[in-house]
């Protein structure tokens, strides 16, 4: 048998969260206000391995440049934000 990982959170940036090392699935959508972005933006990571922390942070869509271990998290189309999570280590947090 194999653990496995899942997290549901809503995005604010310069949180903390714990990813997995083998991310499988990633999913986003806005939940509880019907399909006008009026509700909830929530994101949802399912994987697998080591677990370790990382900082969330956002910036608008369009040409953005991310750090290159940076793992791309999702888009709220409703408010036209990217949202990406950097390992907490390179984010100056040490590890």
Not at 15 to 39: A, F, M, N, V, W
């Amino acid at each position: 048998m194999t653990e496995v990982f899942s997290i549901v959170f809503t995005p604010s940036a310069g949180t903390t969260i714990e990813l997995p090392s083998e991310i499988g699935r990633k999913d986003c959508g806005h939940y509880d206000g019907g399909q006008r972005g009026d509700g909830t933006f929530k994101i949802s990571v399912v994987g697998r391995g080591k677990k370790s922390e990382y900082v969330v942070l956002s910036n608008d869509v369009g040409h953005t440049e991310v750090e290159g271990d940076s793992e791309i998290l999702g888009t709220d189309v409703a408010d036209e934000t990217l949202w990406y999570a950097v390992p907490r280590s390179a984010y100056g947090g040490g590890e």
